[in-house]
């Protein structure tokens, strides 16, 4: 299956605050060290395009050469860890910019700078997530979850590691679902238009018809390993009890789903569950508690087109033929994306890399 990337060059661009735009300058004079550590300076001070700039236009040479004498100085981990950043950036926009080489020198190059830093545990454990998180973007399971499984060994009784595998196993599971023509295939571009056939085939796919029941399995033990060390991760309720509605088990699907509706505070994972409900009562022909839910669906995620179209598809059938019309037509408005994509970040969870990639760069802010 050809597997295209769902995360643009335009939205990394924009989103990490790297620029597209090459212009071809000489490598810096003197030592390569120092003029590396300007750059990585550079970058700490906010200059994220200048930087990214100058260190793309060097040579792989004088870059690895700059990483071997700093092994050779006493370099702070700020800066090596801002390196790391940088080279992180660097690599996850290359194949956009047609540099297939590039990924994988500036992943090397985060793997040697990795090697001197002091204090390895935090920093790498959080970068290892945002990398699982970026993998799974690009439906690169085995990088997935070899970045996830790295960072569980550093942390071995982490909720949010834990929830990550299973979710890796859980998106997966609809990409793979044993060879089936319903299996989820990824689209032709980052994302297609929301008012799109493409985009509307999608989203009847990922609500779960085919599935890896293999995959499921293995999510689902990840996600009670997750509860049995904390019984508040609401977010490990809301993925167990989307895979109990996928495997029949109805009742039990109810009681996580509804563990998330009264205790999370989470508008995203709250609009989930409501959304997760809505279908298990619409399953069970509840007609008039599917509408309950899914009018609170889009009430907390009025941007949602899959929650607009549930409740629009529920409105006609209760006869509301008006505003069903409105609700629908509304969810094929073109509209600017939501931060958090709906069905696209539960099972894709594409703005998380680059949350993460941010948290870290703004910590080592000068």
Request: overall charge neutral; aromatic content about 8%; charged content about 25%.
């Amino acid at each position: 299956m050809t597997r295209s990337k769902l995360l643009s060059a335009g939205l990394l661009s924009v989103l990490l605050g790297t620029s597209t735009a090459t212009q071809p300058e000489a490598p810096p004079n003197g030592s390569p060290a120092e003029a590396y550590l300007e750059t990585i300076t550079s970058y700490r001070s906010g200059n994220l395009s200048k930087a990214s700039t100058e260190l793309r236009n060097w040579k792989p040479d004088d870059i690895a050469a700059a990483i071997d004498e700093l092994k050779r100085s006493s370099t702070s981990d700020e800066d090596l860890w801002a390196a790391i950043l940088l080279h992180t950036e660097l690599a996850v926009t290359a194949p956009y910019r047609g540099d297939i080489e590039g990924k994988d020198f500036h992943l090397q190059m985060t793997s040697e700078l990795m090697r001197i830093t002091v204090d390895q545990t935090g920093f790498r454990r959080r970068w290892l997530v945002a990398m699982g998180y970026y993998y799974l973007s690009q439906l690169e399971e085995d990088l997935a979850l070899a970045s996830f499984d790295q960072a569980l060994e550093l942390s071995p009784d982490d909720g949010e590691i834990l929830v990550a595998l299973g979710t890796v196993r859980e998106t997966m599971s609809l990409v793979q679902a044993s060879g089936s023509e319903d299996a989820l295939r990824s689209s032709n571009g980052a994302l297609p238009p929301t008012n799109s056939s493409e985009y509307r085939s999608m989203l009847a796919k990922i609500r779960g018809f085919s599935a890896s029941q293999s995959q499921l399995e293995e999510a689902e033990s990840f996600y009670r390993r997750a509860l049995e060390l904390d019984g508040a991760n609401a977010e490990a309720h809301l993925r167990l009890g989307r895979l109990l509605q996928q495997s029949g088990r109805g009742d039990k699907a109810i009681q996580e789903l509804s563990w998330v509706i009264d205790k999370s505070r989470n508008s995203f994972l709250r609009g989930t569950a409501y959304l997760f409900k809505g279908r298990l009562a619409e399953d069970r022909q509840q007609y008039e508690e599917a509408l309950l839910l899914f009018r609170e669906a889009v009430r907390l995620q009025p941007n949602w087109q899959v929650a607009q179209l549930a409740l629009g598809h529920a409105l006609h059938r209760n006869g509301e033929r008006r505003s069903s019309k409105q609700i629908i037509e509304e969810a094929f408005r073109p509209k600017e994306r939501s931060r958090h994509g709906g069905l696209w970040q539960y099972y894709f969870c594409r703005d998380r890399f680059i949350n993460g990639i941010r948290r870290m760069r703004r910590e080592i802010l000068l």
